[in-house]
């Protein structure tokens, strides 16, 4: 797994394990932006709150992201209007520039040294027949209170015909924001953990939760901020499209005036400086493709440095790594109570806006377990009903998860012990007829797992550039020897020896193609 650039400055995980039984008023299952900034606001309405990160803060994509902080929504506002209504559109804008704010107070509340900056963000088209779209998106933001305009081209590209500028966005840097809100509620009496999973959740009254280290936590509510829903639930997931966006650093000669760029292409693209002091290191990410189902990663790390190299004098490539985002088949995030439960609360599908829709998630999140009003609250409740522009969306999601969990179990594996496989390399193979993920470390060591997702079965594909196991179903992600990194799945690829007798042959197992899109309990998350 390739590291972010934001790991540069913040690396070591400074916070405990969980290693005793814990009662509080909130668990908060993820030390992402939604976990964190719900536990300080929790905490600040008198919640007792306790965080349980799994890996390190920010280990799941709060610290893989490109951190645009915009109300500039990867849906057009027409698509939004025409599924929730004008009032819709205009609420979910005014919810995202509410968390621009709230993270610009934190920040200078806190004195955070996170380089929080007010810039522009430019959506630009290099397409003429795309302009009038603009022109109508730039309408209906100005009609939702948004500083925006339209202008021809971009300073820095002659490609542009078009862009609208957004006034008043903002960028930062992700891990150090998690780290100060992560001091802040340490500081104010809440607890944060890192290296402590989540095993198992129910619901009730109280909520129990177990961890990876033994302890219990009880507590009156739970908040699963874990980008996707861990445990055995698949409602939710069936309403959510799992993307891998690639990004790179590159150093230019040319940089454009601070901001945040996005383009209108299919897949977007998108660029920011990595900070206001390197203005010559960019961000670049997009070439977005479908969770799991891209067998030659490269390409789209190729494809993005064409990109790069078309649009700015790049003198070199000096990182590149990749992240999960969530796509909601309606287009809004699945914010509020978890459907069919009482007291277990989600915040989801944030698309690529994921730092600011985090923290509509946490606000609101934050004002439903106290039981306030919300005024956002109908527009992403997860129990809303679909707009029917939707159900084509939904079906062909779930009809490609029942496709990718048969047919991947009948793909073909080449029949070895994994001889040939260099060190740093993985690959499915067929070992006594038993399909097997294998992966070789740098010592030379060989590791073999069972590849069948933990949290529905799914094989997993291997990806050779960011050395990831990859989940086509629902977005789950491990590392090269098996450990969960992100999305629903809550346990580790189960290793194999192998000596091991061998398993019945993939081929002959029972084709419960409905399996993945049975309807679990969902009053409860344990290990699948
Ligand atoms: Fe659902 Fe893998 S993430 S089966």
Same mark, same amino acid.
């Given at each position: 797994m390739?590291e972010?650039?934001?790991r540069?400055?913040?690396?070591?995980?400074?916070?405990?394990?969980?290693?005793?039984n814990?009662?509080?008023?909130?668990?908060?299952?993820?030390?992402?932006?939604?976990?964190?900034?719900?536990?300080?606001?929790?905490?600040?309405?008198?919640?007792?709150?306790?965080?349980?990160?799994?890996?390190?803060?920010?280990?799941?994509?709060?610290?893989?992201?490109?951190?645009?902080?915009?109300v500039?929504?990867?849906?057009?506002?027409?698509?939004?209007?025409?599924?929730?209504?004008?009032?819709?559109?205009r609420?979910?804008?005014?919810?995202?520039?509410?968390?621009?704010?709230?993270?610009?107070e934190?920040?200078?509340?806190l004195?955070?040294?996170?380089?929080?900056?007010?810039?522009?963000?430019?959506?630009?088209?290099?397409?003429?027949?795309?302009?009038?779209?603009?022109?109508?998106?730039?309408?209906?933001?100005?009609?939702?209170?948004?500083?925006?305009?339209r202008?021809?081209?971009?300073?820095?590209?002659?490609?542009?015909?078009?862009?609208?500028?957004?006034?008043?966005?903002?960028?930062?840097?992700p891990l150090?924001?998690?780290?100060?809100?992560?001091?802040?509620?340490?500081?104010?009496?809440?607890?944060?953990?890192?290296?402590?999973?989540?095993?198992?959740?129910?619901?009730?009254?109280?909520?129990?939760?177990?961890?990876?280290?033994?302890?219990?936590?009880?507590?009156?509510?739970?908040?699963?901020?874990?980008?996707?829903?861990?445990?055995?639930?698949?409602?939710?997931?069936?309403?959510?499209?799992?993307?891998?966006?690639?990004?790179?650093?590159?150093?230019?000669?040319?940089?454009?005036?601070?901001?945040?760029?996005?383009?209108?292409?299919?897949?977007?693209?998108?660029?920011?400086?990595?900070?206001?002091?390197?203005?010559?290191?960019?961000?670049?990410?997009?070439?977005?493709?479908?969770?799991?189902?891209?067998?030659d990663?490269?390409?789209?790390?190729?494809r993005?440095?064409?990109?790069?190299?078309?649009?700015?004098?790049?003198r070199?490539?000096?990182?590149?790594?990749?992240?999960?985002l969530f796509?909601?088949?309606?287009?809004?995030?699945?914010?509020?109570?978890?459907?069919?439960?009482?007291?277990?609360?989600?915040?989801?599908?944030?698309?690529?806006?994921?730092?600011?829709?985090?923290?509509?998630?946490?606000?609101l999140?934050?004002?439903?377990?106290?039981?306030?009003?919300?005024?956002?609250?109908?527009?992403?409740?997860?129990?809303r009903?679909?707009?029917?522009? +939707?159900?084509? &969306?939904? @079906?062909?999601?779930?009809?490609?998860? *029942?496709?990718?969990?048969?047919?991947? %179990?009948l !793909?073909? =594996?080449?029949?070895?012990?994994?001889?040939?496989?260099?060190?740093?390399?993985?690959?499915?193979?067929?070992?006594?007829?038993?399909?097997?993920?294998?992966?070789?470390?740098?010592?030379?060591?060989?590791?073999?797992?069972?590849?069948?997702?933990?949290?529905?079965?799914?094989?997993?594909?291997?990806?050779?550039?960011?050395?990831?196991?990859?989940?086509?179903?629902?977005?789950?992600?491990?590392d090269?020897?098996?450990?969960v990194?992100?999305?629903?799945?809550? +346990?580790?690829? &189960?290793? @194999?020896?192998?000596?091991?007798?061998? *398993?019945?042959?993939?081929?002959?197992? %029972?084709? !419960?193609? =409905?399996?993945?899109?049975?309807p679990?309990?969902?009053?409860?998350?344990?290990?699948?």
């Open positions: 390739q972010s650039v934001w540069d400055e913040v690396a070591a995980a400074g916070h405990p394990r969980l290693e005793r814990l009662d509080v008023d909130v668990a908060i299952v993820g030390g992402g932006i939604t976990g964190l900034t719900a536990a300080l606001l929790l905490q600040r309405a008198g919640k007792s709150v306790a965080v349980l990160e799994a890996r390190r803060l920010g280990d799941g994509t709060t610290g893989g992201t490109s951190a645009h902080l915009t500039a929504l990867d849906q057009p506002l027409s698509t939004l209007a025409s599924r929730f209504g004008e009032d819709g559109a609420r979910a804008v005014e919810s995202c520039r509410g968390a621009i704010d709230t993270i610009g934190l920040c200078a509340g004195g955070l040294d996170c380089d929080f900056q007010r810039v522009p963000a430019f959506r630009w088209t290099e397409t003429p027949a795309k302009v009038p779209h603009l022109d109508e998106e730039a309408r209906r933001y100005g009609e939702a209170g948004v500083l925006v305009h202008q021809d081209g971009l300073p820095y590209s002659s490609l542009a015909v078009a862009a609208l500028r957004f006034e008043h966005q903002a960028v930062f840097h150090k924001y998690l780290e100060g809100l992560a001091a802040a509620v340490t500081a104010e009496g809440g607890h944060v953990f890192e290296r402590t999973r989540v095993t198992r959740w129910d619901d009730g009254r109280p909520c129990r939760l177990s961890v990876s280290t033994g302890a219990t936590v009880t507590a009156n509510d739970v908040v699963l901020a874990t980008h996707s829903p861990i445990g055995l639930l698949v409602s939710l997931h069936t309403r959510l499209e799992p993307l891998t966006s690639y990004i790179l650093v590159a150093r230019v000669d040319d940089p454009p005036p601070l901001g945040l760029y996005f383009d209108t292409a299919a897949p977007y693209h998108y660029i920011r400086a990595v900070s206001p002091a390197r203005p010559d290191l960019l961000v670049i990410g997009g070439a977005d493709t479908k969770h799991g189902h891209e067998t990663t490269a390409a789209c790390y190729t993005l440095a064409e990109f790069a190299r078309s649009r700015f004098s790049v070199a490539i000096e990182r590149r790594w990749s992240a999960v796509e909601p088949v309606d287009g809004l995030p699945f914010i509020g109570r978890l459907p069919g439960t009482q007291h277990v609360w989600v915040s989801t599908g944030y698309s690529g806006t994921g730092l600011t829709y985090g923290t509509v998630g946490a606000q999140l934050a004002d439903l377990i106290q039981g306030h009003e919300n005024g956002w609250a109908d527009l992403y409740s997860p129990s009903v679909k707009p029917v522009a +939707a159900a084509r &969306r939904f @079906v062909v999601e779930n009809a490609s998860v *029942a496709y990718r969990w048969v047919a991947d %179990r !793909a073909p =594996a080449p029949s070895d012990r994994g001889e040939d496989l260099p060190p740093g390399d993985g690959k499915l193979a067929r070992v006594k007829g038993k399909k097997l993920a294998l992966y070789r470390d740098p010592t030379g060591k060989l590791h073999a797992m069972s590849p069948k997702c933990t949290h529905a079965g799914c094989i997993v594909q291997w990806n050779r550039d960011d050395r990831t196991w990859d989940c086509p179903c629902h977005g789950g992600r491990f090269p020897q098996g450990k990194i992100a999305g629903p799945p809550m +346990a580790d690829l &189960r290793p @194999v020896s192998l000596e091991e007798e061998a *398993a019945p042959d993939e081929r002959e197992a %029972r084709p !419960a193609a =409905a399996e993945p899109l049975r679990e309990p969902e009053r409860r998350g344990e290990v699948g």
